[in-house]
């Protein structure tokens, strides 16, 4: 390793390479680059691409909201209010009409039966029996409901006949399950 020699050049004596204008002008250096940062970076760049136009849409949405334009007239909220009011009003008449008919109905019911009662009181009093005492007379709408209700129905058909029998597989019709032959298939 003495033999070695190290010396300095010069570099003033080399000869000057000029510069040669570059050949290939256009942007393809560009579009290698973008194909680069897209490879690397493309479904970050999407996914906040995504966000940006969400974000977009959620304050347009917000800015043109009917809740945040020019207040509703206040004259015609009045005028609903009171609509509303009325119509509460309206209600609330006939509902104490109908809560005033029924209770006329029920003191009426009561009367009815406090008078059945002394009517019985009075029977046992004099000696007569209590089980023939008159019953509380029945509206003709009341009657007919009554009557039809205990006139049983002798129209009906059976479902199915009266020796049916599901496990001997007769009376069902021509559907009829039959089990299949033992041993081998006659296939060849």
């Not at 003495?2 to 942007?27: F, S």
């Not at 609903?80 to 009409?97: C, T």
């Not at 029920?106 to 023939?132: A, D, F, P, T």
Request: proline residues 6%; contains cysteine.
């Amino acid at each position: 390793m003495d033999d070695v020699e190290i010396t300095d050049v010069n570099d003033d004596d080399w000869p000057q390479m000029e510069k040669a204008p570059i050949k290939n002008q256009d942007l393809s250096f560009l579009s290698r680059s973008a194909g680069d940062l897209l490879s690397d970076y493309g479904w970050y760049l999407l996914a906040v691409t995504v966000l940006v136009y969400l974000l977009i849409q959620h304050l347009s949405k917000r800015r043109s909201s009917p809740h945040l334009q020019t207040p509703p007239d206040a004259a015609l909220v009045a005028r609903k209010q009171e609509a509303m009011e009325a119509a509460r009003r309206r209600m609330q008449e006939e509902l104490d009409a109908k809560a005033a008919v029924y209770r006329e109905k029920q003191k009426q019911q009561e009367q009815e039966k406090r008078r059945q009662k002394i009517e019985i009181w009075e029977n046992v009093q004099q000696g007569k029996s209590c089980i023939g005492v008159t019953k509380p007379p029945q509206s003709n709408e009341e009657a007919s409901s009554s009557t039809a209700v205990l006139k049983p129905k002798t129209d009906k058909k059976p479902l199915r006949s009266a020796d049916y029998n599901p496990l001997t597989g007769q009376g069902g019709g021509s559907c009829s399950w039959r089990p299949g032959r033992r041993g081998p298939s006659a296939g060849g």
